[in-house]
């Protein structure tokens, strides 16, 4: 039920992003995120079985210029489908508000990297925490760097 609700909620965020180039769905209100809103992006993935074109809203941190998000799936026990995705398809593409069609190329932060990114990503969205003590696995944590000329 929980996932069910996470695709349809997605689907309706995508919707009105791509319909107000992010001035309506860029802000995550939902939980944590009710009282301290959360930027969105929109993350292009193609399906590495399907070969089909995917767009998911997710939560970001700004890190420089690299855009960090979480494959939460809200403490699920699997990783979500745009993980796996990114894994096979690395080089994508993201939305921000007022941006469209950002070259990203996605990889997984490891070891301290990761370490140093999760405190930020809880103080950002504390659900974040209650997802990891749901999930029996680690939740991966995704770094999206832009592509030179990528940006458009």
Do not use: C
């Amino acid at each position: 039920m929980t996932a069910r609700a996470i695709k349809v909620m997605s689907r309706v965020q995508v919707k009105l992003f791509k319909l107000t180039n992010g001035r309506v769905g860029s802000r995550w209100r939902v939980g944590a995120g009710f009282n301290k809103p959360v930027p969105t992006l929109l993350l292009e993935h193609r399906g590495r079985k399907s070969g089909r074109l995917f767009t998911t809203p997710l939560l970001f941190l700004a890190d420089g210029t690299d855009l960090v998000v979480v494959a939460s799936q809200g403490g699920l026990p699997k990783n979500p489908q745009w993980y796996h995705n990114l894994t096979a398809n690395p080089e994508t593409k993201v939305h921000l508000r007022g941006r469209r069609d950002i070259a990203v190329v996605a990889r997984e932060a490891t070891g301290r990297e990761r370490a140093v990114l999760w405190p930020r990503l809880v103080e950002l969205y504390a659900d974040f925490a209650k997802y990891a003590a749901w999930a029996d696995r680690e939740i991966p944590v995704v770094i999206l760097t832009p592509r030179t000329g990528g940006a458009s």
